[in-house]
């Protein structure tokens, strides 16, 4: 049972565009949703996070749309550059100190 | 460096061969999770442990998978009889548990192969 759904599995966009992932949850338990970024050999990264009582956050270039009563959440990568190409992953978290519950991933390719 | 550590990061073992798979997690991190990431997929998690004490472990796909962290430091995973569905990148994540954010610090992962 995939908890966190996440989509698109793979995004190519030009440099200076919009790349935009969103991902859906099921259990309302999770309070905690962060974005982590992997390169090829790496382990993943954390980007940016949010709570469910704020609905959006920015941080850079980078932003989180949450959306609480649809159980949905976003990413939004704003002027994309050929170096965000990577995987990103969204997760959740149902309390403090707990599991990391991934989605599937997207494969973001930045063309120059 | 003061990140999350794993060793070996290639590791190549022959179908029934046990192995042991190292974290050396970020010092004072209290926290410290192993995650199984299969090719193309998010990591999922398998246990997860505060101090040396083995919180949950129902992510553990089968009684092969042995997990320890006798001194509260250091954690080794260990998989008996290795099948090639156990091929994949084993991540170690360690958190502080005094972080606001409950961040979790991913090592570079160890590949396992399953011959």
């Known amino acids: 049972q995939q908890q966190v759904k996440q989509s698109p599995q793979s995004l190519i966009v030009q440099k200076g565009g919009i790349s935009i992932i969103n991902c859906a949850y099921e259990n309302t338990a999770f309070d905690y949703f962060p974005w982590y970024q992997q390169f090829p050999g790496k382990g993943p990264a954390l980007l940016i996070a949010i709570r469910p009582d704020v609905s959006e956050k920015k941080e850079g270039r980078f932003t989180i749309s949450f959306n609480k009563s649809a159980k949905q959440f976003s990413l939004h990568i704003m002027d994309s550059q050929p170096g965000d190409s990577a995987t990103y992953f969204c997760a959740a978290v149902k309390y403090s100190g707990s599991r990391l519950t991934f989605g599937e991933g997207t494969q973001l390719t930045v063309n120059p | 460096g003061a990140g999350v550590s794993q060793s070996p990061r290639y590791k190549v073992a022959k179908r029934g061969q046990d192995v042991a798979l190292r974290c050396d997690p970020i010092s004072g991190h209290v926290s410290l999770f192993w995650y199984q990431q299969a090719l193309g997929q998010g990591p999922e998690f398998l246990t997860y442990?505060?101090?040396?004490?083995?919180?949950?472990k129902s992510g553990l796909p089968s009684d092969r998978f042995f997990a320890e962290r006798p001194e509260g430091s250091v954690s080794t995973l260990k998989i008996q009889r290795t099948q090639q569905e156990d091929s994949a990148v084993y991540l170690c994540?360690?958190?502080?548990?005094?972080?606001?954010?409950?961040?979790?610090?991913f090592g570079p992962g160890t590949r396992l192969t399953v011959t």
């Open positions: 994540a360690s958190s502080s548990y005094r972080g606001q954010l409950r961040e979790q610090y």
């Open positions: 442990f505060q101090n040396e004490a083995q919180l949950d």
